[in-house]
């Protein structure tokens, strides 16, 4: 089946620090979502992404959907200690509709 | 209420036991969805809805059956579950558009099988 790789699994950070993560995969998707979850609760949407080259900020966020369309990046500017969690990756497959393959994430901690 | 809300968000059962996950939307949506997620996996895709038609079935067994009655409400009847069926159990809806597509994820329900 479709898979997805994140790196770093996890990652241990300064406050203030900046963080990039990213997603990989062998097969080329049209559309890139990036989410966070923390304990004990669903996965919320960061940021979406739908179009190859393409860079959006949300807040202290930054993602881009690769221009080989295989792969994403996201990048976190200044953490805070709210950024702890774990952040996955899922892709959505042109001949899939509405399915997406989630990534394994990538868990972070924010040290103070 | 509003997004996605599943209920309950803990649920111990014994292997013979029959009980209910319960998930609503009220964000408008046409497709819902049931996903597992167990430790150190990445979320596994059970089932999917659109506009109250199963789509997409994951080869999950029989002892999960899904319902959905209507575009806001879904699902998962659970019986004769085993230990390894424990995890959180997340239920998502999207717009089930052709291009924008993002999904919503409600908080999970816990389960435990003893």
């Known amino acids: 089946g479709q898979q997805l790789n994140q790196s770093p699994q996890s990652m241990f950070i300064q406050e203030g620090e900046d963080v990039s993560m990213n997603c990989t995969s062998s097969?080329?998707?049209?559309?890139w979502l990036w989410y966070k979850q923390e304990p004990g609760e669903g996965p919320v949407l960061l940021i979406a992404l739908y179009k190859a080259g393409e860079l959006t900020s949300n807040g202290r966020l930054t993602a881009q959907f690769g221009i080989t369309r295989k792969d994403s990046f996201l990048n976190i500017s200044a953490s805070i200690p709210s950024d702890v969690g774990i952040y996955f990756c899922?892709?959505?497959?042109?001949?899939?509709?509405?399915?997406?393959?989630f990534g394994p994430g990538t868990r972070l901690s924010v040290l103070p | 209420e509003t997004g996605v809300t599943q209920t309950p968000r803990h649920l111990v059962m014994g292997m013979t036991n029959k009980k209910s996950l319960k998930c609503e939307q009220h964000l408008g949506h046409n497709a819902m969805y049931w996903y597992k997620q167990s430790a150190k996996k990445p979320l596994e895709l059970m089932f999917v809805y659109s506009l109250e038609e199963r789509v997409e079935n994951n080869s999950v067994p029989s002892r999960f059956s899904p319902e959905c009655p209507n575009s806001s409400h879904l699902f998962l009847h659970l019986h004769t579950l085993q230990p390894e069926d424990s995890a959180l159990y997340l239920c998502?809806?999207?717009?089930?558009?052709?291009?924008?597509?993002?999904?919503?994820f409600g908080p999970g329900t816990r389960l435990t099988v003893l």
């Open positions: 899922a892709g959505q497959l042109y001949n899939y509709g509405q399915n997406f393959v």
């Open positions: 998502a809806s999207s717009p089930d558009g052709a291009l924008y597509n993002e999904q919503f």
């Open positions: 097969s080329i998707f049209n559309t």
